[in-house]
């Protein structure tokens, strides 16, 4: 299997301050990825550094079959390239509608002139309905996304990245405000996501990481600290001094 | 899946459309060319101009309303679209003056003699008699109806290419364009700009070749004109605004960096309305002034745009009728207040003189919409159809303190 996403040797410096410390590793395709840490640890800004949204001092981050370089790119073309992206707090378009939210990230051209001339075929409107139906927001097309719960939110939110139809998708603490049994809902998604993509997701929650059941990524002061199966990774005494040393 | 027409979808363009035309045909019948002259020509020419910045403030809506970008630059395209058709208008009827005068001394006149006349006649008054390079296409009203889009589109193109590629945003944006538009002013202003300085063009109310027509006629032809293109103006907006494309407008003016993460290019979106509201901007101009009969530098002056976000503010932002009623209201009111014509009301020792306390009344009737009716004159509209703003009562409706309250989500 080759790699989906190889991010090699990056840095970044913020006021001096390094976030990022020579932090490498690669993500296959079709895998499913837990990265686990401390806060900050620098997960969010590795997720910044993916999508184009920092440009990393040094280093090389390179995806898909043909090792495109990402960080030629800006966020609106890695996003076209295959990478979508869930941000910790949900953030949806609150004025408008449920199906317009959904309108707006489903896969089409994204050129002004070709958005401008676009109308919904009879198949674009059946997957807006199967997405929402998907995450339980099927009878709540025509609401507000601003008058949803939090939880409904983050769903329609997924549904969003799920229409995007990214190949690579990076989930930033998904769980986070969610009651137990959001939370169960949540990493069955995850798991069921990742039969069809790669899905990079960053908690440090070990419980909620247990239950996803993958491979560990464990970050610490900037870089890899220890991978490997969850079990593996706690038993590594780095990682107990770096969680325990903290609890 | 059936797809509702364009107005099933978009009611107020209908209604917005029907009005126009009923006001159209009153207006026209009450003129002095088409009816009795229960209205004046003068206010015939009041109320075209008045629709023209309707036009205009429609862009603003789009560019400040739907997308979020408080450009305070729009009144500087407008104005140059004025500037290019201003050039047209003056030589052409300079011409004819010209060809005229030589004609009298006998012999038929060349073209050298009548290029130097209309020189002199133009820029004497600003001690030159030669005519600047850019009025060679000031001859031909097709050329120049070209560049009185081009010149403000490729402005546009080239100020918003800058800034929004250095993604420039928010009150920084504003700046930067009320010191374009008070740069050209300035530009303007000085007399080897090759527009005659402060004097600007005058004269724009005669239409060559239309010598011996009344200005009863032109004013309602120019009068039509402005209803046509507003009409035009706001069926196009509300189309581009209703689809999909309004969506990611929208979009981008509540979280542009999600817009950007859901892999639309952002920036060309920008760029894009930026251009297309300055070309609408200049076509409302090429409208206005042969309507006001006189152009000058005075009109890119910084005040001018910001009180194009003045009337979009007072009408309501982000729905097209709110920019047009707004437009509409402010500025009668405005060429109300300073005709003059208001008596002055005593108050003891002083009296309140309306020219003077006009823009005092406009300042604070901005910060009282602003305040408390940020919808604007819009918002009445709401009422009718009872959208109320979120009146926070009852339970929540989600886990979150944002959600609303289910009384207000049923609303
Ligand atoms: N834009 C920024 N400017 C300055 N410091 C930043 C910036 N972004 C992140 N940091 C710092 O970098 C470190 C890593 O942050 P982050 O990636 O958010 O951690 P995590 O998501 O793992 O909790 C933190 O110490 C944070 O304060
Ligand atoms: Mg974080």
């Known amino acids: ?247 | 899946m059936t797809r509702r027409s364009f107005f099933a979808r978009n009611p107020s363009a209908l209604i917005f459309i029907a009005c126009l035309a009923v006001f159209t045909l009153a207006v026209t019948l009450m003129s002095e060319a088409y009816g009795p002259g229960l209205i004046s020509t003068s206010f015939v020419k009041t109320l075209g101009k008045t629709l023209c910045l309707c036009l205009v403030a429609l862009a603003m809506d789009l560019i400040w309303g739907y997308a979020g970008i408080l450009s305070l630059g729009h009144m500087a395209f407008f104005a140059l679209g004025g500037y290019m058709i201003g050039m047209w208008l003056m030589y052409a009827r300079t011409e004819e003056i010209v060809v005229t005068a030589l004609a009298q001394g006998g012999l038929p006149a060349t073209p050298e003699e009548i290029q130097q006349g209309i020189a002199t006649q133009i820029f004497g008054v600003v001690g030159s008699s030669d005519l600047p390079a850019i009025w060679s296409f000031a001859h031909s009203l097709p050329l120049q109806l070209i560049l009185a889009l081009a010149v403000p589109g490729l402005l546009a193109l080239g100020f918003g290419w800058l800034a929004f590629r250095s993604r420039v945003t928010g009150v920084y944006l504003s700046i930067l364009t009320q010191a374009m538009t008070l740069a050209l002013a300035l530009y303007l202003f000085q007399n080897d700009s090759g527009l005659r300085g402060n004097n600007g063009l005058s004269g724009l109310q005669n239409l060559p070749g239309l010598g011996d027509t009344a200005q009863d006629l032109v004013s309602i032809w120019f009068f039509w004109a402005s209803a046509l293109a507003l009409g035009l103006g706001y069926l196009t907006l509300s189309w581009l605004v209703s689809g999909k494309f309004g969506s990611v407008v929208r979009a981008i003016r509540d979280d542009e960096a999600r817009v950007r993460f859901l892999g639309y290019p952002v920036e060309v979106y920008k760029l894009f309305l930026f251009t297309l509201t300055a070309l609408i901007a200049a076509l409302a101009g090429v409208l206005y002034y042969p309507q006001a009969g006189i152009i000058n530098p005075a009109e890119l002056a910084p005040i001018a745009s910001i009180y194009l976000a003045v009337w979009v503010a007072i009408g309501g932002r982000g729905r097209l009728y709110g920019a047009v009623l707004g437009a509409a209201f402010v500025s009668l009111l405005s060429s109300l207040f300073t005709s003059g014509r208001l008596p002055d009301i005593p108050l003891g020792p002083a009296s309140l003189n309306w020219v003077d306390w006009w823009l005092v009344i406009l300042g604070l009737s901005f910060v009282a919409v602003t305040l408390f009716a940020p919808k604007g004159i819009g918002g009445l509209f709401d009422r009718f159809q009872h959208i109320g703003a979120p009146d926070r009562k009852g339970a929540q409706l989600g886990p979150d303190d944002g959600s609303l309250q289910e009384q207000e989500a049923q609303k």
Not at chain 1, 72 to 90: D, M, S, T
Not at chain 1, 105 to 127: G, T
Not at chain 1, 183 to 200: F, Y
Not at chain 1, 230 to 246: A, E, M
């Open chain 1, 1 to 247: 299997m080759t790699a989906l996403l190889e991010v090699s040797g990056i840095s970044v410096t913020f006021d001096g301050f390094r976030a990022i410390n020579n932090l490498s590793f690669s993500i296959d395709e079709g895998e499913l990825r837990a990265i686990i840490g401390p806060n900050g640890a620098g997960k969010t800004t590795f997720m910044d550094i993916v999508t184009g949204k920092t440009k990393p001092d040094a280093g090389t981050v390179t995806f898909g079959e043909r090792s495109i370089s990402l960080l030629g790119l800006n966020e609106a073309r890695i996003a076209r390239a295959g990478v979508g992206r869930k941000f910790q707090r949900p953030t949806v378009f609150e004025d408008q509608t449920v199906e317009a939210n959904l309108i707006l990230a489903l896969k089409a051209n994204r050129s002004p002139w070709r958005v401008l001339f676009w109308s919904p075929k009879a198949a674009d409107m059946a997957r807006v309905q199967e997405l929402a139906t998907e995450v339980g927001l099927g009878d709540q097309l025509q609401r507000k996304s601003g008058e949803l719960s939090h939880g409904q939110k983050q769903w329609l939110e997924i549904a969003m990245l799920l229409a995007q139809e990214p190949r690579l998708l990076l989930v930033d603490e998904p769980a986070a405000g969610m009651t137990p049994a959001e939370r169960e809902q949540t990493t069955t998604l995850l798991v069921s996501l990742a039969k069809t993509r790669a899905v990079v997701v960053v908690e440090h929650d070990m419980e909620f990481v247990r239950r996803l059941n993958c491979r560990v990524t464990v970050l610490h002061e900037g870089s890899v600290l220890a991978e490997g199966s969850l079990d593996h990774v706690t038993r590594d005494p780095q990682v107990i001094s770096v969680y325990l040393g903290r609890g």
